[in-house]
T-cell receptor, first 116, second 114 residues
Protein backbone atom coordinates (compact mmCIF):
# COMPACT_ATOMS: atom_id res chain seq x y z
CA UNK A 1 0.00 0.00 0.00
CA UNK A 2 1.15 3.48 -0.77
CA UNK A 3 2.03 5.74 2.11
CA UNK A 4 3.42 9.21 2.59
CA UNK A 5 4.94 10.09 5.95
CA UNK A 6 5.65 13.53 7.28
CA UNK A 7 7.09 13.10 10.75
CA UNK A 8 7.26 16.77 11.74
CA UNK A 9 3.86 18.07 12.86
CA UNK A 10 5.36 21.52 13.43
CA UNK A 11 8.57 23.34 12.63
CA UNK A 12 9.93 26.75 13.56
CA UNK A 13 12.51 28.68 11.58
CA UNK A 14 14.08 32.08 11.96
CA UNK A 15 13.40 34.52 9.17
CA UNK A 16 16.08 34.38 6.44
CA UNK A 17 17.27 30.95 7.58
CA UNK A 18 16.85 27.73 5.58
CA UNK A 19 14.55 24.94 6.70
CA UNK A 20 14.07 21.31 5.64
CA UNK A 21 10.69 19.62 5.79
CA UNK A 22 10.86 15.85 5.78
CA UNK A 23 8.88 13.47 3.62
CA UNK A 24 9.29 9.74 3.15
CA UNK A 25 7.21 7.50 0.96
CA UNK A 26 6.59 3.84 0.53
CA UNK A 27 5.93 2.31 -2.85
CA UNK A 28 6.97 -0.62 -4.99
CA UNK A 29 5.85 1.13 -8.16
CA UNK A 30 8.89 2.25 -10.21
CA UNK A 31 7.12 5.21 -11.76
CA UNK A 32 5.73 7.94 -9.58
CA UNK A 33 5.72 11.68 -9.04
CA UNK A 34 6.29 13.61 -5.85
CA UNK A 35 4.70 16.97 -5.12
CA UNK A 36 4.94 19.57 -2.43
CA UNK A 37 2.12 21.98 -1.66
CA UNK A 38 1.75 24.95 0.65
CA UNK A 39 -1.59 25.59 2.31
CA UNK A 40 -2.00 28.95 4.04
CA UNK A 41 -4.87 29.55 6.42
CA UNK A 42 -7.06 30.62 3.50
CA UNK A 43 -7.23 26.96 2.46
CA UNK A 44 -5.91 27.08 -1.06
CA UNK A 45 -3.33 24.41 -1.93
CA UNK A 46 -0.45 26.13 -3.69
CA UNK A 47 1.73 23.95 -5.90
CA UNK A 48 5.42 24.39 -5.07
CA UNK A 49 7.54 21.76 -6.75
CA UNK A 50 7.48 18.41 -8.56
CA UNK A 51 9.97 15.55 -8.80
CA UNK A 52 9.56 12.57 -11.08
CA UNK A 53 10.95 9.22 -10.00
CA UNK A 54 13.17 9.01 -13.09
CA UNK A 55 14.44 12.57 -12.88
CA UNK A 56 18.22 12.61 -12.50
CA UNK A 57 18.43 16.08 -11.04
CA UNK A 58 16.83 17.38 -7.88
CA UNK A 59 14.00 19.76 -8.69
CA UNK A 60 14.35 23.45 -7.86
CA UNK A 61 11.86 26.31 -8.08
CA UNK A 62 13.15 29.61 -6.81
CA UNK A 63 13.69 29.32 -3.06
CA UNK A 64 12.29 25.77 -3.05
CA UNK A 65 14.35 22.70 -3.76
CA UNK A 66 13.58 19.05 -3.37
CA UNK A 67 16.23 16.78 -1.86
CA UNK A 68 15.32 13.54 -3.62
CA UNK A 69 16.99 10.40 -2.30
CA UNK A 70 15.40 7.56 -4.21
CA UNK A 71 17.13 4.69 -2.42
CA UNK A 72 16.01 6.06 0.92
CA UNK A 73 12.56 6.91 -0.47
CA UNK A 74 12.74 10.43 0.81
CA UNK A 75 11.75 13.70 -0.83
CA UNK A 76 12.52 16.50 1.59
CA UNK A 77 11.59 20.08 0.80
CA UNK A 78 14.23 22.73 1.43
CA UNK A 79 13.13 26.34 1.71
CA UNK A 80 15.99 28.79 1.60
CA UNK A 81 15.94 32.30 3.05
CA UNK A 82 12.63 31.85 4.88
CA UNK A 83 10.13 34.68 4.77
CA UNK A 84 7.25 35.49 7.12
CA UNK A 85 4.87 34.64 4.29
CA UNK A 86 6.19 31.08 4.27
CA UNK A 87 4.27 30.36 7.49
CA UNK A 88 1.71 27.74 6.45
CA UNK A 89 0.96 24.03 6.31
CA UNK A 90 3.12 22.07 3.90
CA UNK A 91 2.01 18.81 2.35
CA UNK A 92 4.00 16.18 0.54
CA UNK A 93 2.06 14.10 -1.98
CA UNK A 94 2.72 11.24 -4.37
CA UNK A 95 1.07 10.09 -7.57
CA UNK A 96 1.62 6.82 -9.37
CA UNK A 97 2.16 7.41 -13.04
CA UNK A 98 2.33 3.80 -14.23
CA UNK A 99 -1.36 3.24 -13.73
CA UNK A 100 -2.32 6.47 -15.47
CA UNK A 101 -4.31 7.47 -12.44
CA UNK A 102 -4.13 11.06 -11.44
CA UNK A 103 -4.99 10.97 -7.77
CA UNK A 104 -2.56 12.21 -5.17
CA UNK A 105 -1.80 10.55 -1.85
CA UNK A 106 -1.02 13.11 0.81
CA UNK A 107 0.97 13.12 4.00
CA UNK A 108 -0.41 14.60 7.19
CA UNK A 109 1.43 17.86 6.72
CA UNK A 110 3.92 20.01 8.60
CA UNK A 111 3.00 23.38 10.03
CA UNK A 112 5.85 25.79 9.45
CA UNK A 113 6.12 28.96 11.51
CA UNK A 114 8.63 31.61 10.51
CA UNK A 115 9.81 33.72 13.42
CA UNK A 116 10.79 37.35 12.81
CA UNK B 1 -4.22 32.66 -17.29
CA UNK B 2 -7.02 32.07 -14.81
CA UNK B 3 -6.49 29.49 -12.10
CA UNK B 4 -8.81 26.81 -10.82
CA UNK B 5 -12.12 28.31 -9.75
CA UNK B 6 -14.33 26.68 -7.16
CA UNK B 7 -17.76 27.91 -6.24
CA UNK B 8 -19.16 28.61 -3.79
CA UNK B 9 -16.37 29.35 -1.33
CA UNK B 10 -18.49 28.77 1.73
CA UNK B 11 -21.66 26.81 2.27
CA UNK B 12 -23.82 25.96 5.26
CA UNK B 13 -26.31 23.13 4.90
CA UNK B 14 -28.60 21.16 7.17
CA UNK B 15 -28.34 17.43 7.76
CA UNK B 16 -30.28 15.49 5.17
CA UNK B 17 -29.99 18.15 2.47
CA UNK B 18 -27.96 17.78 -0.67
CA UNK B 19 -25.29 20.06 -2.07
CA UNK B 20 -23.57 20.66 -5.40
CA UNK B 21 -20.09 22.11 -5.67
CA UNK B 22 -18.53 23.40 -8.86
CA UNK B 23 -14.99 23.43 -10.21
CA UNK B 24 -13.72 25.13 -13.36
CA UNK B 25 -10.22 23.91 -14.25
CA UNK B 26 -7.43 25.91 -15.81
CA UNK B 27 -8.06 26.55 -19.48
CA UNK B 28 -6.76 23.60 -21.48
CA UNK B 29 -6.74 21.23 -18.53
CA UNK B 30 -8.99 18.25 -19.01
CA UNK B 31 -8.43 16.27 -15.84
CA UNK B 32 -10.25 17.24 -12.66
CA UNK B 33 -9.87 15.52 -9.31
CA UNK B 34 -11.75 16.15 -6.07
CA UNK B 35 -10.46 15.84 -2.52
CA UNK B 36 -11.98 16.10 0.92
CA UNK B 37 -9.92 17.64 3.72
CA UNK B 38 -10.88 17.21 7.36
CA UNK B 39 -8.84 17.66 10.55
CA UNK B 40 -9.28 14.01 11.46
CA UNK B 41 -8.75 12.27 8.12
CA UNK B 42 -6.53 14.75 6.33
CA UNK B 43 -6.70 14.96 2.55
CA UNK B 44 -8.57 12.13 0.89
CA UNK B 45 -9.18 11.50 -2.79
CA UNK B 46 -12.82 11.44 -3.87
CA UNK B 47 -12.79 10.95 -7.64
CA UNK B 48 -11.17 11.94 -10.90
CA UNK B 49 -12.72 12.91 -14.21
CA UNK B 50 -11.22 13.12 -17.66
CA UNK B 51 -13.09 13.69 -20.91
CA UNK B 52 -16.41 13.54 -19.08
CA UNK B 53 -15.65 10.07 -17.70
CA UNK B 54 -14.94 9.07 -14.14
CA UNK B 55 -11.55 7.35 -14.26
CA UNK B 56 -10.87 6.73 -10.64
CA UNK B 57 -12.79 6.77 -7.38
CA UNK B 58 -11.76 6.91 -3.75
CA UNK B 59 -13.29 5.08 -0.84
CA UNK B 60 -16.38 7.19 -0.24
CA UNK B 61 -20.04 6.17 -0.01
CA UNK B 62 -22.37 6.45 -2.96
CA UNK B 63 -23.82 9.69 -1.54
CA UNK B 64 -20.78 11.35 -3.10
CA UNK B 65 -21.02 11.65 -6.85
CA UNK B 66 -19.69 13.83 -9.58
CA UNK B 67 -19.68 14.60 -13.25
CA UNK B 68 -17.71 16.47 -15.83
CA UNK B 69 -19.03 18.52 -18.70
CA UNK B 70 -17.70 18.88 -22.24
CA UNK B 71 -15.94 22.13 -21.30
CA UNK B 72 -14.08 20.19 -18.54
CA UNK B 73 -15.96 21.92 -15.74
CA UNK B 74 -16.84 19.49 -13.00
CA UNK B 75 -19.44 19.27 -10.29
CA UNK B 76 -19.61 17.10 -7.24
CA UNK B 77 -22.79 16.32 -5.39
CA UNK B 78 -23.32 15.07 -1.88
CA UNK B 79 -26.78 13.81 -1.03
CA UNK B 80 -28.32 13.23 2.39
CA UNK B 81 -25.70 15.30 4.13
CA UNK B 82 -24.27 14.12 7.43
CA UNK B 83 -22.44 16.14 10.08
CA UNK B 84 -19.25 14.30 9.16
CA UNK B 85 -19.38 15.70 5.65
CA UNK B 86 -18.31 19.06 7.01
CA UNK B 87 -14.97 19.65 5.33
CA UNK B 88 -12.94 21.65 2.89
CA UNK B 89 -13.54 20.27 -0.60
CA UNK B 90 -10.69 20.88 -3.00
CA UNK B 91 -10.59 20.46 -6.72
CA UNK B 92 -7.35 19.86 -8.66
CA UNK B 93 -6.75 20.49 -12.34
CA UNK B 94 -4.21 18.77 -14.60
CA UNK B 95 -3.57 18.61 -18.32
CA UNK B 96 -4.16 14.88 -18.51
CA UNK B 97 -4.15 11.88 -16.21
CA UNK B 98 -0.90 10.35 -15.08
CA UNK B 99 1.51 12.40 -17.12
CA UNK B 100 1.25 15.86 -15.72
CA UNK B 101 4.08 17.27 -13.68
CA UNK B 102 1.73 19.82 -12.19
CA UNK B 103 -1.58 19.62 -10.42
CA UNK B 104 -3.15 22.92 -9.47
CA UNK B 105 -5.79 23.32 -6.81
CA UNK B 106 -8.59 25.79 -6.37
CA UNK B 107 -9.26 27.69 -3.17
CA UNK B 108 -11.74 25.10 -2.06
CA UNK B 109 -15.32 25.10 -0.87
CA UNK B 110 -15.75 25.01 2.88
CA UNK B 111 -18.90 23.05 3.65
CA UNK B 112 -20.46 23.14 7.09
CA UNK B 113 -23.28 20.74 7.88
CA UNK B 114 -25.42 21.67 10.89
Amino acid sequence: AQKITQTQPGMFVQEKEAVTLDCTYDTSDPSYGLFWYKQPSSGEMIFLIYQGSYDQQNATEGRYSLNFQKARKSANLVISASQLGDSAMYFCAMRYTTSGANNLFFGTGTRLTVIP
Amino acid sequence: KAGVTQTPRYLIKTRGQQVTLSCSPISGHRSVSWYQQTPGQGLQFLFEYFSETQRNKGNFPGRFSGRQFSNSRSEMNVSTLELGDSALYLCASSLAPGSSTEAFFGQGTRLTVV
